[in-house]
């Protein structure tokens, strides 16, 4: 009988063609890699996920949702600075983890600018809020600064996936943190 075998995990399914995607680009994944990768047949993939579009939304949609976790808990942190430097650490450090792909599906994939977009809010509302508490100065461009921070998170991407290693990236963290506006002298963020 044609179809899902009985023994199908949707969830271990999705899991592989998010890591299809996340190493191979929407463009550069055939369908043949992602049966190949997810372990099922085409009709098996059609049945479960639709179409190929339709397969990399959810997948891209599950992987930007973790990515999403881990970013609100570092703009849950008590400054701009210490915020900023987590989210550049954990990019560091996931971008070049060994157990997954290098760099990140959302960062360098073209489909997803709506959710680097979103990550860039994120970071701009993490931002203004620092103006609100006047850690940061009214005068700090708070989009251009989170378009920035993007730009960083991007260039951090593109050098995992050239083969850097988690000193690399730290270092171009490290002059990003560097470029970020010095806290105001009377901010007492105790």
């Known amino acids: 009988m044609a179809g899902r075998p009985r023994s199908f995990d949707r969830e271990a399914a999705l899991a592989s063609a998010?890591?299809?995607?996340?190493?191979?680009?929407?463009?550069?994944?055939?369908?043949?890699?992602?049966?190949?990768?997810?372990?099922?047949?085409?009709?098996s993939l059609y049945a479960a996920f639709g179409d190929k579009q339709r397969l990399f939304e959810e997948a891209s949609a599950t992987y930007f949702a973790r990515t999403c976790e881990a970013v609100d808990v570092a703009m849950a942190l008590p400054t701009v600075r210490e915020a900023v430097a987590r989210v550049?650490?954990?990019?560091?450090?996931?971008?070049?983890?060994?157990?997954?792909?290098a760099g990140c599906l959302v960062l360098t994939e073209p489909r997803l600018e709506a959710q680097r977009d979103a990550l860039r809010e994120r970071l701009k509302d993490r931002l203004d809020r620092g103006v609100r508490d006047g850690e940061l100065a009214a005068a700090v461009d708070t989009d251009r600064l989170a378009s920035f921070l993007v730009a960083v998170l991007r260039g951090m991407s593109g050098c995992a996936r050239d083969g850097g290693d988690v000193d690399d990236l730290r270092g171009i963290a490290e002059t990003a943190m560097a470029a970020l506006p010095a806290p105001l002298p009377s901010a007492d963020f105790s």
């Open 88 to 101: 550049l650490d954990d990019t560091a450090r996931a971008h070049t983890d060994p157990a997954t792909p």
């Open 18 to 43: 998010v890591e299809q995607f996340w190493r191979a680009g929407y463009e550069g994944t055939s369908i043949a890699m992602l049966t190949s990768a997810m372990g099922v047949t085409p009709p």
